[in-house]
């Protein structure tokens, strides 16, 4: 199976910073790769698809790249809404797996 | 509006069995696989089966193969999963969600809101 390596765990930052989450995968997995938002009692929400295609009605402060094997979640100009926790998720083959989550915190 | 509305959570004994449904309105069900993710509480999230979308295809996570069975029934819109010799290590909240997409590879764009499973003597 593939493995995500997502880091960091756990990120403090502020209101109008920037921040970026990083998920490696243990093989290639092309574009195949997705992020989701998480708020506590909820379902997750649909951020990103395609490594870096925005889904709708989602704020143009989120962006996502890719380079070989390393995906990254960018957030610019940090909003009270986006404190949260964040997952990225590989859907190369047919078993899916998860990265293990970043807790972003309001410092 | 697109909702899936998931139901069947309950406590039940080691060994015991428990069948989940999800139903699902505001998309066109039978033109999309789906999937079934859970998540132990304060934990990350679990891919658990895909299905196709006329039930022809199915796969797994190795831990649960062989004792859960992914299933749908396109004329009721519903999506379902069938749970045998539960342990302890299933008891998760347990989400529905449609793949973006037409096709087995894609994204989850649309979820339920879960529904709690507890595995305990």
């Known amino acids: 199976d593939i493995q995500m390596t997502q880091s960091p765990s756990t990120l403090s930052a502020s209101v109008g910073d920037s921040v970026s989450i990083t998920c490696r995968a243990s093989q290639r997995i092309s574009n195949y790769l997705a992020w989701y938002q998480q708020k506590p009692g909820k379902a997750p929400n649909l951020l990103i698809y395609?490594?870096?295609v925005l889904e709708s009605g989602v704020p143009s402060r989120f962006s996502g790249s890719m380079s070989g094997t390393e995906f990254t979640l960018t957030i610019s100009s940090l909003q009270p809404d986006d404190f949260a926790t964040y997952y990225c998720h590989q859907y190369n083959t047919y078993s899916y797996t998860f990265g293990q989550g970043t807790k972003l915190e309001i410092k | 509006e697109v909702q899936l509305v998931e139901s069947g959570g309950a406590l039940v004994q080691p060994g015991g069995s428990l069948r989940l449904s999800c139903a699902v309105s505001?998309?066109?069900?039978?033109?999309?696989?789906m999937s079934w993710v859970r998540q132990v509480p304060g934990k990350g999230l679990e891919w658990v089966a895909n299905?196709?979308?006329?039930?022809?295809?199915?796969h797994y996570v190795g831990s649960v193969k062989g004792r859960f069975t992914i299933s749908r029934d396109n004329a009721k819109n519903t999506l379902y999963l069938q749970m045998n010799s539960l342990r302890a290590d299933d008891t998760a909240v347990y989400y529905c969600?449609?793949?973006?997409?037409?096709?087995?590879?894609?994204?989850?764009?649309?979820w339920g809101q879960g529904t709690l499973v507890t595995v305990s003597s």
């Open positions: 505001g998309f066109t069900f039978s033109r999309h696989w």
């Open positions: 395609k490594a870096s």
């Open positions: 299905i196709k979308e006329d039930g022809s295809e199915k």
């Open positions: 969600a449609s793949l973006r997409g037409f096709g087995g590879y894609d994204a989850l764009d649309s």
